[in-house]
């Protein structure tokens, strides 16, 4: 593999040699994609239109180098290439959902499309907010259909992880509802038994009360107040970033 010239700030500091790998524009933005589960490479550069695909490789080659993403195969039917985070990459999951949070509590800049909210950006920085593990005997999943849009709440040692797509086993939950009701309850402007009561939400496989339980543990709890929140005006939400142009 040919090797990816890297900018060092040539300094010893953990901090320093961290962002001599992840840095560079764009780079922590793969890693979010990669947070959401495997992805091609077409996935990824939809997710990112003004990158360029040459960009694109050459980020992808550089955390390939730095042993933070790796190529695999995704099994059988797909069985099509794709990138995915390597264990170590896998350790930024805590502190990019972290710097998500933190993001939230910025003033919404107005150069941002609220037209580029996504729902599973909304799943991974709800997963960040939850407080207490499960137990971790429990292996299940939940599935959202958000228009047009699928993701899934899969839970691993006790705690929900978001992965981009349908649930690749039967979900123990599964709602459809628009992508405004579903900010509107990771934020609490309105419950689960509101969003059901008012029509906005509908319970396709499952119960009340196992929906009830994924809001009770992943809190988002914010700072101040939110604003009244639509897709059509400045969205403040509980993602680690905005599906960028």
Same mark, same amino acid.
């Given at each position: 593999?040919?090797?990816?010239?890297? !900018?060092?700030?040539?300094?010893?500091?953990?901090?320093?040699?961290?962002?001599?790998? $992840?840095?560079?524009?764009?780079? #922590? $933005?793969?890693?979010?994609? &990669?947070? +959401? %589960?495997? !992805?091609?490479? !077409?996935?990824? +550069?939809?997710?990112?239109?003004?990158?360029?695909?040459?960009?694109?490789?050459?980020?992808? /080659?550089?955390?390939?180098?730095?042993?933070?993403?790796?190529?695999?195969?995704?099994?059988?039917?797909?069985?099509?290439?794709?990138?995915?985070?390597?264990? =170590?990459?896998?350790? *930024? /999951?805590?502190? #990019?959902?972290? +710097?998500? =949070?933190?993001?939230?509590?910025? @003033?919404?800049?107005?150069?941002?499309?609220?037209?580029?909210?996504?729902?599973?950006?909304?799943?991974?920085? &709800?997963?960040?907010?939850?407080?207490?593990? =499960?137990?971790?005997?429990?292996?299940?999943?939940?599935?959202?259909?958000?228009?047009?849009?699928? &993701?899934?709440?899969? =839970?691993?040692?006790?705690?929900? $992880?978001?992965?981009?797509?349908?649930? @690749?086993?039967?979900?123990? $939950?599964?709602?459809?509802?628009?992508?405004?009701?579903?900010?509107?309850?990771?934020?609490?402007?309105?419950?689960?038994?509101?969003? #059901? %009561?008012?029509? !906005? #939400?509908?319970?396709?496989?499952?119960?009340?009360?196992? *929906?009830?339980?994924?809001?009770?543990?992943?809190?988002?709890?914010?700072?101040?107040?939110?604003?009244?929140?639509?897709?059509?005006?400045?969205?403040?939400?509980?993602?680690?970033?905005?599906?960028? /142009?």
């Amino acid at each position: 593999m040919e090797r990816v010239p890297s !900018k060092t700030y040539g300094q010893m500091c953990p901090l320093a040699r961290s962002l001599d790998i $992840l840095g560079e524009r764009w780079t #922590l $933005l793969v890693v979010r994609e &990669l947070l +959401l %589960g495997p !992805k091609r490479f !077409k996935h990824l +550069l939809a997710a990112f239109p003004s990158i360029g695909a040459n960009r694109l490789s050459e980020r992808l /080659r550089g955390l390939e180098q730095a042993g933070v993403v790796r190529r695999a195969t995704l099994p059988a039917p797909a069985a099509v290439p794709v990138y995915e985070l390597t264990p =170590l990459g896998e350790r *930024l /999951r805590d502190p #990019l959902l972290r +710097l998500g =949070l933190w993001g939230l509590d910025l @003033p919404v800049d107005e150069r941002i499309d609220p037209a580029t909210a996504r729902a599973d950006l909304i799943a991974l920085g &709800l997963t960040a907010a939850q407080p207490e593990p =499960l137990d971790p005997a429990r292996c299940e999943t939940v599935q959202f259909d958000i228009g047009d849009e699928a &993701l899934h709440l899969q =839970l691993q040692d006790g705690r929900f $992880l978001a992965r981009s797509g349908p649930s @690749p086993s039967a979900p123990v $939950l599964r709602v459809a509802c628009d992508l405004d009701s579903f900010i509107a309850l990771a934020l609490r402007v309105i419950t689960p038994a509101q969003a #059901l %009561g008012d029509g !906005k #939400l509908a319970i396709l496989a499952g119960t009340p009360m196992a *929906l009830d339980e994924v809001f009770e543990v992943l809190v988002y709890a914010p700072a101040a107040e939110p604003e009244p929140l639509t897709t059509s005006a400045s969205v403040r939400q509980p993602t680690v970033g905005s599906a960028d /142009r």
